[in-house]
């Protein structure tokens, strides 16, 4: 294998959206910006996803249009029972398990609730770190400045040896624009969104050995 670093996305591609995890993060989102920061009702949902859109996350752009804690945010937000939501897969450790890669988290989201997604899924063991949204302050991804910062935390130089596993098609996109070998989990991809796709964690090692 040509590769020797591999970024994991966190949510929505460790774990299927099927679970509706996020979906019920997305709903503590609009609570929170509701209850805590007294935006009117009728403007959440627009608001959530033109931020999301235009500064990568909801919180990034909360941050630059308003006052806001954001260690309160990401804490509010992932304040879910996570093991209602997860059930570990045998089949996806062991795949992991096997890889003979530097294996990175590289999420959105903050470290507490990847520590807890992991734990949860069985799987923290198997990565040797996180990057989280709070390392690449004041960017994330899909901002290519996120990516040259991940590299550098993973003592790797060279993008063409790192691969970004992701459920979102422009953050795989971005990867592949930084030089990296992207992978678009959970659908299919088309007009450079991607390198591979993959939805069943037995074609993950036959993607990279092809390389």
Not at 79 to 108: K, V
Request: proline share 6%; charged share 25%.
């Amino acid at each position: 294998m040509k590769f020797s670093t591999i970024f994991f996305d966190l949510d929505d591609t460790l774990y299927p959206p099927s679970t509706n995890l996020w979906k019920a993060i997305k709903g503590r989102m609009n609570d929170y910006m509701r209850d805590r920061m007294n935006l009117p009702v009728e403007k959440i949902p627009e608001l959530r996803e033109r931020y999301y859109l235009q500064y990568g996350t909801t919180m990034r752009g909360l941050q630059a249009n308003h006052q806001l804690d954001a260690d309160d945010f990401l804490a509010y937000v992932h304040d879910l029972p996570l093991g209602d939501y997860l059930t570990p897969d045998p089949l996806q450790r062991s795949i992991i398990a096997s890889l003979p890669t530097r294996n990175l988290i590289f999420t959105n989201a903050d470290i507490h609730h990847a520590e807890r997604v992991l734990t949860v899924l069985n799987l923290r063991d198997l990565f040797k770190s996180i990057v989280d949204v709070n390392t690449v302050t004041p960017y994330c991804k899909p901002m290519p400045e996120s990516f040259g910062i991940a590299m550098k935390l993973a003592g790797e130089a060279d993008p063409s040896r790192c691969v970004m596993i992701d459920d979102l098609k422009r953050t795989t996109r971005a990867a592949r624009e930084a030089g990296m070998f992207s992978i678009l989990y959970g659908e299919t991809y088309m007009n450079g969104d991607a390198d591979a796709s993959f939805s069943d964690w037995h074609q993950l090692t036959g993607i990279l050995e092809a390389q």
